[in-house]
């Protein structure tokens, strides 16, 4: 068997969260399998080894939580993102009702009508921020009216779904600052976001009504008010301001979707492959395991990291160029097997509609400014200012 590599790099310091990329490329040199000592974390961060690990919920399990803190981890438990099958299967087939593919039509003209409305406002006043003004008006618009939280918790969404997102790091000076925003999200899901207060036909309602009909037990329906607000929108912010800063680094690449709109699918690949905007999630192994000729014993948490897999020159020819006619659709920013991003449909409807929009009068973009997020689960730009030529 051989040795595992040990590294005793910070992946989440300020720097780390801002730009990974060196320690990714480091950690991919040194193996399939990499030991982070600094949290006891085995690393996987090559493109083979962590879809394999994606498509292997029995032996990767996330029954004993995803993040990277154990108390966390704990408590937890049980929710959707936290529970493998059959279990999993259950809430999942409740949650995911209205974010199916099909169900898509259903919001799509919101959708359009709300791009439509947006873009022509920023774009007449020629500058804006495209992280606070553009990519997180559809997400707010359109998700808080879909999940039909009281007003105040719509007011609070963004600050809530980012102190979650906080918490999925270790306890570092972030994480702590996140605990109490995260306890009030949860008390106000408990005691707030209950029917006779929320929208009898926003999606919140649905749960409950799911309860009503002994799918999923009642004490289920506000962890999993969760999978709606905080996966529905930082991410899907993220992913829409990620890809309007490369393509205005890449104007070249813009006039290539202006002039052929069938290149739009394979542009939200593209982005989603470069900078993914969740960039990890943990596992447990049940067994003893081997990857690749290195032995881990059963019960040990794996970092599968996705911002890494989704560069590794092992898979993508080229991987730090940004390029729509690749085609990237077996990226995994998405995850892949039985947890694979539920809203995934509803986000590239979001990106897709809001580029398509962005194409018909924008034909340039010009970066300003720029801030990077710095947030222990997610990566991207907290700010992004742009100028637009017409």
């Known amino acids: 068997m051989s040795a595992i590599p040990v590294s005793d790099v910070d992946l989440y310091t300020p720097g780390a969260r801002a730009d990974p990329y060196s320690i990714y490329k480091e950690l991919r040199a040194l193996g399939p399998v990499v030991h982070l000592s600094r949290y006891d974390l085995y690393a996987l961060p090559r493109y083979q080894e962590v879809r394999a690990a994606l498509m292997d919920w029995r032996t990767f399990s996330s029954a004993r939580g995803v993040f990277v803190d154990p108390d966390m981890n704990a408590q937890l438990e049980g929710i959707t993102l936290c529970s493998d099958p059959p279990e999993h299967t259950a809430m999942r087939a409740v949650l995911g009702r209205p974010l199916r593919q099909d169900r898509m039509r259903d919001v799509t003209p919101t959708i359009e009508a709300e791009a439509e409305r947006i ?65 009030e999200f949860m008390d106000y899901v408990v005691h707030e976001a209950v029917p006779g207060r929320i929208d009898p036909d926003g999606w919140a309602a649905n749960l409950h009504q799911a309860a009503d009909r002994g799918e999923l037990p009642r004490e289920k329906c506000p962890a999993l008010m969760l999978d709606y607000v905080t996966p529905s929108l930082d991410t899907t912010i993220l992913a829409i301001t990620n890809a309007i800063a490369l393509f205005a680094q890449h104007p070249y690449q813009w006039g290539l979707l202006r002039a052929d709109r069938s290149l739009i699918p394979h542009a939200i690949n593209e982005s989603l492959r470069l900078e993914t905007p969740v960039p990890q999630f943990s ?108």
Request: proline residues 5%; aromatic residues 6%; negative net charge.
């Open 119 to 183: 873009v022509a406002e920023l774009v007449e006043r020629g500058r804006f921020d495209a992280a606070t003004e553009l990519a997180e008006h559809l997400p707010m618009a359109v998700v808080s009216d879909l999940v039909g939280l009281p007003d105040r918790g719509r007011d609070k969404m963004l600050e809530w779904a980012a102190a979650m997102w906080d918490m999925q790091g270790p306890a570092n000076e972030r994480f702590t600052k996140a605990a109490p925003v995260v306890e």
């Open 283 to 390: 596992r447990v192994l049940t067994e003893d395991h081997e990857i690749d000729g290195v032995a881990l014993p059963a019960g040990s948490r794996v970092a599968l990291l996705y911002g890494s897999a989704n560069r590794d020159e092992r898979h993508y020819p080229d991987p730090e160029r940004f390029d729509i006619t690749r085609r990237p659709s077996d990226h995994l920013a998405f995850g892949r097997g039985e947890h694979v991003c539920v809203g995934m449909h509803l986000a590239r409807v979001e990106m897709g509609t809001l580029l398509d929009r962005l194409a018909d009068r924008v034909s340039r973009f010009e970066t300003v400014s720029s801030r990077p997020l710095l947030n222990n689960g997610l990566r991207g730009l907290e700010h992004l200012e742009v100028t637009v030529s017409v």
